[in-house]
């Protein structure tokens, strides 16, 4: 399809674009503004100072302690991206070709599960990966040692936390992706002589691309900014980005500090996605325009 | 008919509950062009389906290049398709379309590069296309492209399930001739699944007409036209008129009657009897282009009708005529070779007449 290039001039297009771009400027581009403004301030006895100095980017890049949290957070965001997309993939893809009788409770199931507040499942993963919880009485019962995992208040917790809490995005991204697959595509590979294993690989796979990119991007983005996860799985022994930021705003009352945290998060994510956009669509370039 | 590449015999069909194919039998000789023919739903597309792998028959044998097919997946059939909305990988190139299959069958890269390429030269594709990915290409080439895909793998039967449907009629029309010049060049059978009899006509050495899950005739495209096993045949081409009338068996020829005409007993030659004709709903075949109209005398052994005209339609090179005849429920549809002055107008009573030899005697 031709997208037209609409005029400055059309005043209806101007007229149906500005609320939603006032908006946008009002309670996204100035308040991203001043926090980038705060950064150049500093605090004195708990007050801000206006002092238009270097004082809090000097400190932040001299302490090796907030870049270990900060690649911590990465990382964290890396593996549950990886983990979601794992789980997510087949999930998707039985929903998509195989389990056609009941898809459509499945997929009220799933909706209800993401869909419950993340505070209430988050709390309850503690019933399960407690020393005396869920997990490990179910051990003990299939005759494994007691108390064998010890998940809770650990990074692993965190990551349980997360990857539970976010697998539903990549889940209908791919869902839908397969679903728009045309059945004869992959016919006409099994005419051509291709394997069921190897038409997965080569027609089915590189054709679920939007999906797999897209749920990873939301995965990615809502991972960094994970802030109960850590905080009530992780126990706060290895607190990521957002409780860093938070302790900053609230606990030490130093906003400068807490602006320049959240600009160098927010540039990190920013990095990594345009990153993996240039390389998503370097691949995808020419087959976009079919869609 | 040479020796068989494809040997069908007695295949049946059901989903679930449904029975879509009867027990089919059909032969294909090598290098022949079939065309399956019916309306939809009538199983032309199962049965190609079948013959690809894609399905399974419920019961009956297939037998391709005298291997019996059963359990034999599409991939490792000598059969390959294209496909109604011809299924190109829109992700990959051209040329990995074309070569999907070599590289699936693991041929050397230059050979497969010189095949792709030879392909490319048969279907009047420009090199530079093969860098270019099928959305960037118009529905012309694509279906060049799902030809040249389908076929470089020198298979022994190519399936095509309705590949023209999507286009325009100027462009079904190059690409029927160019399919036609491929098969005479090529000599691999050609199996065409089509609802158009015109197509089939036009291109296949036989035609299969399908009704409901059962062959109805299987014939050469001058048997089809001119003698239709039954109605729904005749039917199937063009617009056609049919006279009921009752037929007794009279030496080698029929004898029929009707009571809308005054002529009375003609007698018809054999080769103008359906040889399946039964004694349901006997009816003669009268061809539209063989009525005229009369003004004075009729010919000898001429039958003739009175009636109104309903419609007339001015075509260009002929013109139709709809003449309303009093105990017939159609309207008798007449082409004329067109002329300046119309020879009647609308609600004019004419008399038209036909020649009852030439006409085809055939039942429901």
């Given at each position: 399809m031709r997208i037209e290039r609409k005029s400055w001039n059309d005043p209806v297009l101007v007229a149906t674009v500005a609320p939603l771009a006032l908006v946008m400027v009002a309670f996204l581009l100035v308040p991203l503004l001043m926090t980038a403004v705060l950064t150049f301030q500093t605090t004195q006895y708990y007050r801000l100072v206006w002092t238009w100095d270097l004082k809090i980017w000097t400190e932040v890049f001299s302490k090796p302690h907030y870049w270990t949290i900060m690649i911590r957070t990465v990382a964290m965001a890396l593996v549950c991206v990886v983990l979601t997309v794992l789980i997510a993939f087949p999930a998707a893809y039985a929903l998509a070709t195989r389990l056609r009788t009941f898809k459509t409770q499945i997929q009220i199931l799933i909706i209800f599960a993401f869909l419950t507040d993340a505070v209430l499942k988050t709390f309850g993963w503690i019933l399960i990966l407690d020393k005396n919880g869920v997990a490990n009485w179910l051990l003990m019962h299939v005759g494994l040692p007691p108390e064998m995992l010890n998940l809770l208040f650990t990074p692993a917790g965190t990551m349980i936390g997360m990857v539970y809490n976010l697998v539903a995005y990549p889940m209908f991204t791919i869902y839908l992706s397969l679903v728009r697959i045309d059945r004869d595509l992959i016919l006409a590979a099994y005419d051509a002589g291709a394997s069921r294993v190897r038409t997965f690989f080569e027609v089915t796979l590189p054709l679920s691309r939007p999906g797999l990119y897209s749920g990873a991007v939301l995965v990615f983005v809502l991972s960094l900014g994970a802030f109960l996860e850590p905080k009530v799985l992780g126990g706060g022994t290895s607190p990521l980005a957002s409780e860093l930021i938070r302790q900053s705003f609230e606990t030490r009352v130093n906003w400068p500090l807490g602006a320049a945290l959240t600009v160098v998060l927010i540039a990190i994510g920013a990095l990594m996605l345009v990153a993996c956009a240039a390389f998503a669509l370097r691949r995808t370039s020419a087959t976009g325009r079919s869609a | 008919m040479t020796s068989p590449i494809i040997d069908a015999s007695g295949i049946v069909k059901d989903y679930g509950a449904v029975r879509a194919l009867h027990g089919v039998s059909l032969q294909i000789g090598t290098g022949e062009f079939v065309a399956l023919v019916?309306?939809?739903?009538?199983g032309k597309t199962t049965l190609l389906k079948i013959l690809a792998g894609f399905e399974d028959p419920t019961g009956g044998r297939l037998e391709i290049q005298g291997r019996d097919m059963h359990g034999v997946p599409a991939a490792s059939r000598p059969t390959r398709m294209v496909f109604?909305?011809?299924?190109?990988?829109?992700?990959?190139?051209v040329a990995e379309n074309i070569g999907f299959s070599l590289k699936l069958q693991k041929v050397e890269k230059a050979e497969a590069e010189r095949r792709i390429r030879a392909m490319l030269d048969l279907m009047h594709l420009k090199p530079d296309y093969l860098e270019r990915y099928p959305a960037q290409l118009s529905g012309g080439e694509q279906q060049r492209v799902a030809l040249a895909r389908a076929l470089v793998s020198q298979p022994g039967v190519l399936l095509l399930d309705e590949p023209m449907s999507a286009l325009d009629a100027k462009l079904k029309k190059s690409l029927q001739a160019e399919l036609k010049k491929l098969h005479r060049e090529l000599g691999t059978s050609f199996v065409l699944v089509t609802h158009d009899l015109e197509e089939a006509m036009m291109l296949a050495d036989r035609i299969c007409v399908m009704r409901s899950g059962h062959v109805v005739q299987v014939g050469t495209p001058t048997d089809i036209y001119y003698r239709p096993a039954n109605m729904f045949v005749a039917g199937f081409i063009g617009e056609t008129n049919f006279l009921p009338v009752t037929a007794t068996a009279s030496g080698e020829g029929m004898d029929v009657v009707s009571p809308l005409v005054a002529a009375g007993k003609t007698t018809i030659a054999p080769e103008h009897v359906s040889p399946s004709l039964s004694t349901n709903g006997t009816a003669l075949l009268v061809r539209p282009e063989t009525i005229r109209f009369v003004r004075g005398d009729a010919a000898p052994g001429e039958w003739l009708l009175d009636g109104q005209v309903e419609e007339h339609f001015i075509k260009g090179a002929s013109t139709q005529y709809r003449i309303r005849i009093h105990g017939l429920d159609a309207a008798v549809i007449m082409d004329l070779p067109g002329s300046i002055v119309l020879p009647a107008i609308v609600g004019e009573a004419v008399r038209i007449g036909f020649d009852p030899a030439q006409a085809f005697l055939l039942s429901e």
């Open positions: - | 019916g309306p939809s739903g009538c109604q909305k011809l299924a190109l990988f829109p992700h990959k190139t």
